[in-house]
């Protein structure tokens, strides 16, 4: 589909904002790196600019963190069986992105950062690279990438798509800039009806829009995860744990003064701890600390001891194991107004959990497990430590709640098969593939 006058007028607007703020990106880098200082590393990507030679040919997957890239996990392995012959390119935006990828797939993929939308280094990205597809997951439009990606020909297609109310409204100014963008897309994978209709009022063509389901459904456990939680609980000893996930800034004092009031019915209550940003890893020890809490790390102390109170979980890609090991869960960003993080981990687990009332990320997950029981919602620290207090007055009733959610987790799996159908239409498998 070829770009309208008017489309090419907002990308140049576009285009010429995005070089004027790039010296506030710069800023924006620098300030980052001074607090995580991954972010001051391999800069010449984000421009496009490689010491080593590209591939002669790629199949693309661009997650931006963390979360996209645990759910890209089972499609791309899905995809690289179909496409054994083929070499693989992961690219990412944040470096806990970059290093989850690194500890999923080691060197069996090539990783790059993905550069700034900006034309020449969009251009020098696929011109080392020359992808022969495109797979862009959840939410990621950038319009010279996707200008630049249809005029190559290059099959685009967003996989796992949402796309909440609050962001579409935040992009209704920019609709037009946006909607040229998704003009180029030839296939956008809906995780719900709600996301598919979201898209379609943003400009994504009606034929090229299906819904697929959530990829994170599909959340391959691994082996032997069980039996390493009660081998871990083992050396903390008989004690009620709860698990507080994904925790931003405005939640911390909230997470400790919850912990503190469970303390005076359960003394041996144990919180594990694992903020949303690495950054917060030394805050919130120091915080815990403050408060009069025995504090441990797992960079530092491996598990929690029976003296542990809090343990600060200050590594990368091991929450899911640690989830296995508590009895409940919190999952953050949802006391604090940023649209919460995502329930379905614990709730494949057969954990049950507890959010805040902010959780517009992910509206159709949270509501579906709130129906089953697996999801409680609270509001502040009383309300969470009375609900964490109960499931552990009534462990029965937790296991109960905890396998519900299993179970409908379980009945919604197949968003993985469906989504490959078509990426099979843009990219048709190798013959003789698996």
Not at 158 to 186: C, D, F, K, M
Not at 201 to 225: C, F, H, M, Q
């Amino acid at each position: 589909m070829h770009e309208t006058l008017g489309q090419r007028a907002w990308r140049s607007i576009y285009s010429l904002v995005a070089r004027l703020g790039l010296p506030f990106l710069m800023f924006y880098l620098v300030w980052r790196g001074l607090r995580l200082r991954t972010y001051l590393d391999r800069w010449s990507e984000r421009f496009a600019l490689y010491r080593e030679p590209g591939p002669v040919g790629c199949l693309w997957l661009h997650a931006v963190s963390v979360g996209e890239v645990n759910a890209a996990a089972p499609l791309l392995a899905a995809l690289r069986l179909r496409h054994p012959g083929s070499v693989f390119l992961v690219t990412t935006t944040t470096p806990t992105g970059s290093a989850r990828a690194r500890t999923l797939w080691a060197d069996q993929v090539r990783h790059a950062y993905l550069p700034y939308d900006m034309p020449g280094a969009v251009r020098h990205f696929l011109d080392h690279f020359r992808p022969c597809l495109a797979v862009v997951m959840e939410t990621e439009i950038w319009p010279n990438l996707y200008a630049e990606l249809g005029r190559r020909d290059i099959p685009l297609a967003i996989v796992n798509a949402r796309l909440s109310e609050q962001s579409l409204r935040s992009y209704r100014p920019i609709r037009p800039l946006l909607s040229g963008a998704l003009a180029r897309v030839r296939c956008v994978a809906a995780q719900s009806e709600g996301d598919s209709e979201r898209y379609r009022r943003l400009g994504a063509r009606p034929e090229t829009l299906s819904v697929t389901g959530n990829l994170k459904y599909d959340i391959e456990l691994p082996d032997g995860l069980a039996e390493q939680a009660l081998r871990w609980r083992q050396t903390w000893g008989a004690r009620p744990v709860w698990i507080a996930a994904s925790t931003h800034p405005e939640e911390e004092a909230i997470m400790l003064a919850a912990h503190q009031a469970l303390q005076k019915q359960f003394p041996q209550a144990l919180l594990l701890w694992a903020p949303r940003h690495p950054e917060r890893f030394e805050v919130v020890a120091n915080e815990a600390g403050r408060a009069g809490f025995t504090v441990t790390r797992r960079s530092s102390d491996g598990l929690p001891s029976a003296a542990t109170a809090v343990f600060v979980i200050d590594t990368l890609g091991e929450l899911l194991a640690f989830y296995a090991a508590a009895d409940v869960a919190f999952v953050g960003g949802s006391l604090q107004p940023i649209g919460g993080h995502n329930l379905l981990e614990p709730a494949a687990l057969g954990i049950p959990a507890l959010v805040g009332p902010h959780t517009g990320n992910f509206f159709e997950i949270t509501e579906l497990l709130l129906a089953t029981g697996a999801v409680r919602r609270v509001q502040d620290i009383e309300s969470l430590a009375e609900a964490i207090a109960a499931w552990w007055s009534d462990p029965s009733q937790a296991r109960a709640c905890g396998e519900a959610g299993r179970t409908r987790i379980a009945a919604e799996r197949g968003a993985l098969a469906r989504t490959l159908g078509w990426l099979d239409r843009l990219c048709p498998p190798e013959a003789g593939a698996d």
